[in-house]
DNA sequence: ACGCTTTCTGAAAACGTTTTCAAACTATCC
DNA sequence: GGATAGTTTGAAAACGTTTTCAGAAAGCGT
């Protein structure tokens, strides 16, 4: 007997002596089976090694199991733990996780949208606004990461805080370092959390009397070469300041590498700090004062809120994440010896520091 | 008139007065069709925002225009480059991702394996060699990433040239720094380019007549944490060495720590490379020697081969993607600046220095 | 005009599940 | 003992495409 095409339902079923019907309930555990029907049919189930045709049950159920994520690109240390937080959190809740990196909108579209997903999880900047309004429109489940819905629809957005970490982070570097000409590296175009990151920066300046200068602000695009050119732009303008806020780690490595080369040190003349707290940023030297975003959290924080939309239910409509000031040395600050054992030998909270000026 | 449910293809079909075929025929260009009665089809399609059913295709159709990704964890600087590459040719040869991180192996199988997925790219150890067994029994397309098949199954290889990668950076240590007591930090166990690496370590060392020493080789996990307790408790034990192999970058760096926090210098007193070159290598300081992997071409690659082979031609037995030795400052030499600026300011490679004893 | 290709077209049969509906049993209660 | 309520069950109808098959229309050489 040939083994020609794979076992379905219909095999599992006449294997079994019962229904098709009974084979799905069993499958599904809809319906309560009889014991001994039911054991009969897992048997075959396993002798057949029968596995469900995905495309049969989408069709006939009309539920997909399948979260869409849609991302403008890949790349960046940010990355990885995001995935990571998402993946988990999906297989946790049963959900396959399709991944889509946007450069084309267009394909995008097609396949992920409305019928082919049960919902979708957009990060900044990967989708028109006028597709997401469609797809609001008749109240398919999306859940936004770090970017405000435009036109204020009411869709769901996890976001982390980036106007109080920002802030936490220049308060610091005025109130401990006497900064006061602090450059701003701004993010890519439109996108929403360098734009919160920049606000706090202001408004931390405006506590402190500080004026604003528009000098002091060029575009580092989240991107370490970006940055690079940013810092080396401003010093050969011959623009004045004493510490860099980089728009994220890889802009501090980049503004970093800047300095040095023209001979300034990090951190005795000038200050550099980063935001996200990325992996590497501790093994930096100077280890990189930063923000920390809890990644990880939002991705699995970003599922959640999905599920509870893909269930019907109502889920949050706005989801902020607490961020911590990650104190090391680039600001300025000496960490004591304690306090980098403690944090390289359990990746723990770091708060206890001296100050160095 | 309510606009109740998405329109299908018979909705398209009525509205544009053609038979239900021809509009499939049009969405698929797979039979001529008058050059009118497509014009009125791809209007209707407009006009009713029709997006096809993924499903309703793969039944039909027996193609599921998508290709699954086994991993067994999402962590690490090594993964972002590595799905940038696969998502990016799989998006280019018209395929879907469905990624899936398989701390339990059970689920994966049920939704990856044969029918809701064209072919898989399985990484190291996230599949059971039986598994693999069973696909590869009835032809279904696989590719293994950094993993020779089990039992000399004929499934197509990507990996990396870890034995050279080795082998050139231990002849390094060796030829130009003088070290000779070089300690291995292996990867996870199982962990297959752990295993070639070690055997470059090996023949580097019998090339040049050193003895091979079994207190020399730790566990270092491929993992930052690990590799630091690992060097601890070489260090603890009185083990006597000049240079870490580290198995990765991110053990690397652990190992810089343990190093460090025990008052050895490096690189003076001891070297330390490690392997990848993952994006913050250069960054740390000392800046990190190691090989470069082509990890994102890796994912380009397998996608490559893994349509191949859905296609029914014929893969590569093995791919075995170039890696390339990257010298910087952890192995002791000092990168001249002119070398420095240059990899600064692009991205390029690196191979001029100066030795420095 | 007449057959003979060639090109297009529509009806209808898959594809493999879930779900609905009603029927067939089994208990349970008076 | 009979009616009623509750379980389990199977037949058959979706689900929305692609594909096969045969027929219609159109071109073309004579």
Redesign the pocket.
Known sequence: MPKS??????DVARHA?????????V??G?????ED??DRVRLAMEELQ????H???V?????TNTIGLLLPEISGAFFSPMLKGIEAAAHEAGYDLLVHSTQQVKTARRKLGE?NTDGLLIFTNSLAPEELHRLHSFNFPIVLLHQIPPDSLDIPVIAIENKDGAAMLINHLIEVHGRRRIVYLRGPEGHEDSVWRERGYREALEAHSIEFDSHLIASGGFDDEEAFAAIQGLLAAGIDFDAVFAGDDDAAIGAMRALKLAGHRVPPDISVVGFDDVPFARYLSPALTTVRAPIEQVGREAVRQLTRLMDGDHADALTLMRTELVIRESCGCQVSASAAQKEFSSAGGETSYNESR
Chains 1, 2 share one sequence.
Request: net charge positive; glycine share 0%; proline share 11%.
């Open positions: 095409r794979p076992p379905t339902i219909a002596d019962v229904s098709i019907a009974t084979v799905s309930r499958l599904n809809t319906t309560p089976v009889q029907k039911a029968f596995v469900p045709r495309a049969a049950r069709l006939a159920s009309k539920r019928q």
